[in-house]
């Protein structure tokens, strides 16, 4: 009984062990579950704050391309990247944002978060500027590396750089390079304080992706820039086409105009030439009557309206002859050479619709002529319209003066050629150049190269014409210095 009371005593002291070492056990598993509980309390924790910071981020990039859109002022742009860069990363110096010139060889300072710009101006290479410039992605920089960088700095372009800063010098930085493809804009560089710890290797992309978007920016404002110039460019293309083409609209109606009045005028002349003959002889007839007349005869009075009748027509007669002679006071002294370079702008932009180009070589020490301006200029449109006419397929065309004497008394010519590479002139059709209405052109009037000899025949002068088919023309106006323009 007594060995029974024994066993039984070890067995409930062997069982009382085996919970105490199971509560041991389960004592020690729940605190590795708490410590488990904890460590992924604070993992998750960090995992929260690494997402908001993520989210602040985006949400920095969202508002630098909300600034994009509402704006086109690439200015106030640069100014938010700046801004919104220092809320991206917090605990910051600065930031700075660099352009480079056209050349490419020189960075300046565009933006930066203090409002500072225009300096410092540094070389791609030197500096952080300079390196972020350079590099083809965005990089951490830190260390030996940064201290590098700002020792490349003179001590003028440091206390610059400084001064846009709000603490020197950075612990860190963040470059990031602004490109496009291939084309390097500028850079941007962000600035640490003195924690080392506080720019993490996880906000370089943001830092990319901050320049990317900047380097949108800049590159839509310079196309847009570029095309307002071209558009202003076009502009004022179309508005002097349009105003070369109106005076050379004007000028060839004034040249029609003017071939018409004057095939008027001719065959005016013509009638009153022909008139004039049996008039004087009409008028001369009753000159003698009125001789063998008594002087009290009531015929008289027929006679006298007879010869006021005829006395008005042979001023009609004068009239109508005067109608195709130049009129005397549109006299002027006139520098040809100023009038041909008039004339060759006037036709500059039909020139080039027809792929002619066109060179001169004026005679420097020209006199000027006594001469109607407007008929010579009339004269002188005439014959290179032609000669753009001549060449269809383009062509050279080339206008030249020169001072000669052409005779034994040593009388002083200015002579203008007109000389084109075009399809040249049939030799049987140069006998009829001059007559009114002859011509070649299936819309031509056939006056234009009448008028124009008439008008230098008048003047004293007179128009040569050279021509080989297939190789060109030459037409040669000669106008004398020492007279002026002679009577119809």
């Known amino acids: 009984m007594k060995q029974q009371s024994v066993s039984s005593r070890r067995q409930r002291a062997r069982s009382a062990n085996g919970q105490r070492d199971e509560i041991a056990h389960l004592r020690a598993e729940l605190m590795a579950a708490y410590a488990r509980i904890a460590e992924l309390d604070a993992q998750l924790a960090a995992s929260i704050q ?4 993520v989210n602040e981020r985006l949400n920095t990039i969202l508002t630098v ?9 690439i200015d106030t742009v640069m100014q938010v990247v700046v801004r919104e860069a220092v809320h991206l990363f917090p605990d910051t110096s600065g930031a700075l944002l660099f352009l480079v010139d056209q050349g490419g060889m020189r960075l300046r300072l565009a933006a930066s ?3 500072q710009t225009g300096v410092p101006v540094l070389r791609p290479g030197q500096g952080l500027a300079g390196r972020a410039f350079l590099s083809p992605r965005a990089m951490l920089i830190a260390g030996p590396a940064l201290e590098d960088a700002l020792s490349e700095l003179s001590e003028t372009q440091s206390a610059q750089e400084r001064s846009a800063l709000t603490y020197w010098p950075p612990s860190s930085a963040l470059l990031a390079p602004l490109r496009i493809e291939d084309t390097r804009l500028g850079a941007l560089v962000v600035y640490g304080n003195q924690n080392p710890h506080l720019i993490h290797p996880r906000d370089i992309p943001f830092a990319q992706a901050l320049a990317d978007l900047t380097a949108v920016a800049i590159a839509e404002h310079r196309q847009r820039t ?5 558009q202003r460019d076009l502009d004022q293309t179309q508005s002097l086409h349009a105003e070369a083409q109106a005076r050379l609209n004007a000028a060839q109606a004034q040249l029609l105009q003017s071939a018409k009045l004057a095939a008027v005028g001719e065959l005016a002349a013509s009638v009153a030439h022909e008139i004039n003959n049996p008039l004087y002889a009409a008028r001369n007839s009753l000159y003698l009557v009125e001789q063998d007349m008594p002087p009290d005869a009531p015929q008289r009075h027929f006679l006298t309206i007879a010869q006021n009748e005829l006395g008005r027509i042979a001023r009609i007669i004068t009239r109508m002859r005067d109608f195709y002679r130049p009129a005397r006071d549109e006299l002027e002294l006139t520098e040809i050479n100023d009038l041909l370079a008039e004339t060759i702008e006037l036709v500059q932009t039909h020139l080039r619709h027809g792929h002619v180009t066109v060179t ?4 420097p020490n020209l006199p000027p002529l006594v001469a109607h301006p407007d008929q010579l200029r009339q004269v002188f449109l005439n014959l ?18 020169e001072l000669s004497c052409r005779n034994e008394r040593d009388e002083r ?8 590479t075009g399809v040249g002139i049939n030799p049987e059709h140069m006998p009829h150049l001059f007559e009114p209405f002859y011509t070649t052109k299936p819309q031509g009037t056939g006056l234009g190269l009448a008028i124009s000899a008439h008008i230098v025949t008048q003047h004293g002068g007179h128009i040569q014409v050279e021509s080989t088919p297939g190789v060109g023309s030459t037409f040669t106006v000669l106008l ?4 002026g323009v002679e009577e119809a």
């Open 65 to 73: 391309s909300a600034a994009l859109l509402i704006t086109h002022e």
């Open 360 to 363: 001169a070589s004026f005679c």
């Open 384 to 401: 290179m319209l032609n000669a753009c006419d001549a060449m269809p397929n383009g062509g050279q065309l080339h206008i030249s003066t």
């Open 226 to 230: 570029r095309a307002a110039s071209l």
């Open 480 to 483: 004398p210095v020492d007279r």
């Open 50 to 53: 690494q997402t908001r910071l």
């Open 413 to 420: 010519w200015v002579v203008i050629a007109v000389r084109d």
């Open 113 to 115: 978060s203090s409002g």
